[in-house]
């Protein structure tokens, strides 16, 4: 290496700097292009991450700790008992290190891109959006936060700076993200340059969604305290009313002018794999199994850190622990007959969170006419053990009953079985505890033995799919190679009917597709008669034309309140990870998730035990990181004042 060195070191110590690795690099319309590239690829490094995903869902009314999850974070962030919710832990953490970073890109752009002179407006536009759109998420968790990074406010910095003033609530609404969205509704196309390109439907959903959000905290109807403290006024002297109207105005235009966006015909077609990048997702953090390179993650064993995308997997249980046998139960030779498969319904479980009873009790007490709880969970497990390797053309269930290759190994049911249920019994084993019905080939499982083990399955809509399996089980271990939803165009109208609910005006009617006559119950509606048509039974595996959509609309109550609103946003959205920001925005979060049923941590655990959650004011903030509070080159007092209260 020294003679290697020696007789060409000149080439080794030669060095070109280059712009690419310089802020100059913004003042190029590569590096524009770039920049805008970096802003969606952000968005990869947090829908899809699990840690993200369980800080918008563990400790909210659908989902707590799960078996696997009995130790470690989900614990702390379940409030309920198990552990508290640190600096240090907080799966809320990781935006502040990747929001921050594509802020200041944003910012990078807008003010180099006239320098620039080719860059069109609309390009721009991208770049503002998505500045107030992480802006709009970091001020929804931590509460106030900076504007400045070190060369004012809003200013593209450049300079390694370690300290840092947080702005108040008010300042980071009015100042960053309602002009931003404002200056993109103005100059984003209608139709998206590119397959999932921002567009002006997504700007204004995103602004309805923030004026909705900054209403409520105007409004603060439980004396919610916030931080860094401040007068709750706004600085443009409207009230809360105001704010509630502003939403119900951008909502209803995104619903009067689509674009290219719209309601799917049906639930099923929203969130079945086959559809992905469909009309209703207006905007999602991408994926492809074409390129490990380009998917940003590996196609074949997700680690679980970085751009892994493997949030689905956390709310999956270990039905790969279910059995059949290959021969008569009276001589058992027994074989695991559902793998793990690179399959909708399937991939890898994690058993990290689960779903406490009173989601099936309660949240989808209907299940016959609205098709999103079919379209959300996972009841029925189905044999694929050829794709394994097992040759057997059936194996043997319940009962001794032969099932074939497809055939329902396990049923989670709708509701309590009429028919007696054996789970006791010595004779068929099913691996995972379940009971045996007389005349059935399936084991089973009633709602209220639903545990922190075993469950329906809730990654289904954000789950595994490959078109690479061949006639195997594929690559079920590889980050998950779907887009992730991060907006949806059915969002506009549950915005339109909080805001009317929660506001004091006059509704406005819909025109065109969507028409109704703008009350929350005409809005409500419109999602309600969506989910009672079907064209799919999702855990049948078998089509089903059913229209079901008057049922459904007249079930609605004729005054539509905020409780129904949240109840029918996690009929349509479970599992989402959106349900932590829907009950902090509403100050809901402490009476809705106040408890909860679920049996333990034991294979076979048959006992429901309620478990009650400490949910105090200070955590409607979330901690800023332990690391960025050690980074900062501040006083010990200084510090300690950059912390958000109660951490």
């Known amino acids: 290496m020294a003679l290697i060195l020696l007789a060409s070191c000149n080439n080794v110590l030669e060095e070109t700097p280059r712009a690419t690795y310089t802020p100059e690099f913004f003042k190029t319309s590569d590096g524009v292009m770039c920049g805008l590239t970096a802003e969606y690829a952000t968005l990869r490094r947090m829908w899809g991450d699990a840690y993200f995903y369980s800080s918008g869902l563990t400790g909210t009314d659908e989902a707590t700790w799960g078996a696997s999850g009995s130790t470690g974070n989900f614990k702390q962030m379940d409030c309920s008992g198990q552990g508290i919710i640190t600096p240090s832990i907080s799966d809320a953490s990781g935006m502040w290190g990747n929001m921050f970073p594509a802020i200041n890109t944003a910012s990078g752009i807008i003010e180099n891109a006239e320098a620039v002179g080719t860059i069109d407006v609309s390009l721009i ?5 998505f500045r107030a759109f992480y802006y709009f998420y970091l001020v929804q968790n931590f509460g106030g936060v900076p504007l400045d990074l070190g060369s004012g406010e809003l200013a593209f910095n450049i300079s390694p700076v370690r300290t840092s003033v947080r702005n108040t609530v008010p300042e980071v609404y009015t100042k960053a993200i309602f002009p931003d969205l404002l200056t993109a509704i103005a100059n984003l196309p209608e139709t998206g340059r590119l397959t999932g390109a ?20 105007l409004h603060n109807p439980n004396n919610i305290s916030t931080y860094p403290t401040c007068d709750r006024t706004d600085p443009d002297g409207h009230d809360y009313n105001w704010y509630f109207q502003q939403a119900y105005n951008y909502a209803i235009e995104g619903i009067n002018n689509p674009g290219s966006f719209g309601l799917c015909t049906t639930y ?7 559809n992905d990048r469909n009309k209703e997702i207006v905007l999602y953090a991408d994926r492809t199994q074409s390129s490990e390179y380009w998917n ?8 679980g850190g970085g751009t892994d995308n493997f949030a689905a997997w956390m709310m999956t249980w270990s039905y790969t622990s279910l059995q059949s046998s290959k021969t008569s139960w009276a001589s058992a030779t027994t074989c695991n007959s559902v793998q793990r498969e690179a399959e ?4 890898r479980p994690w058993t990290r969170m689960a779903p406490p009873q009173e989601v099936f009790f309660n949240t989808f007490a209907d299940k016959t006419n609205d098709s999103r709880y079919d379209g959300t969970f996972v009841t029925t497990y189905h044999g694929n053990w050829n794709k394994a390797g097992i040759t057997n053309a059936y194996l043997y269930g319940a009962n001794d009953i032969q099932i074939q290759q497809g055939d329902a190994v396990l049923t989670f049911l709708d509701a309590a079985s009429t028919d007696p249920v054996d789970y006791t019994n010595s004779v068929y084993k099913s691996g995972v505890a379940a009971g045996v019905i007389s005349g059935r080939a399936d084991f089973v499982i009633e709602p209220q033995y639903i545990s922190r083990v075993a469950f329906p399955g809730c990654g289904y809509k954000i789950g595994t799919y490959r078109t690479d399996n061949g006639t195997g089980l594929g690559q079920p271990n590889g980050s998950i190679t779907r887009p992730f939803p991060v907006e949806k165009f059915s969002e506009l109208f549950f915005i339109a009917a909080e805001a009317i609910v929660e506001g004091n005006f006059t509704p406005t009617p819909v025109t065109g597709t969507y028409a109704n006559d703008g009350t929350a119950r005409g809005l409500i509606n419109v999602i309600r008669g969506r989910a009672g048509v079907w064209r799919y039974n999702n855990n049948g595996n078998a089509i089903k034309i059913e229209d079901d959509s008057q049922t459904m609309k007249d079930a609605t109550p004729v005054s539509v309140d905020l409780n129904y609103i949240l109840a029918e946003r996690s009929r349509e959205y479970f599992a989402e990870g959106v349900r932590w920001y829907d009950l902090v925005r509403t ?10 049923t679920i049996c333990g941590l034991t294979v076979g655990d048959h006992t429901p035990v309620t478990y009650t959650r400490t949910i105090d004011d200070h955590l409607y903030l979330r901690p800023i990181p332990q690391g960025q509070i050690d980074a900062l080159d501040m006083t010990t007092e200084e510090k300690a004042a950059y912390q958000n209260p109660g951490y």
Do not use: P
């Not at 536009?125 to 959006?129: D, G, K, L, P, V």
């Not at 921002?198 to 905290?217: E, I, N």
């Not at 909708?344 to 991939?347: E, I, N, P, S, T």
């Open 344 to 347: 909708q319904h399937l991939g």
């Open 268 to 274: 099923y077609d929203v969130n079945v794999a086959t």
């Open 198 to 217: 921002l567009t002006k439907t997504t700007a204004r959903l995103t602004l309805a969604k923030a004026y909705l959000t900054y209403a409520w905290w």
């Open 125 to 129: 536009a991208e770049a503002r959006f």
């Open 296 to 303: 940003d993650a590996s196609l074949s064993y997700a680690s």
């Open 587 to 596: 100050q809901t979060w402490g009476t809705i998730a106040h408890s909860f």
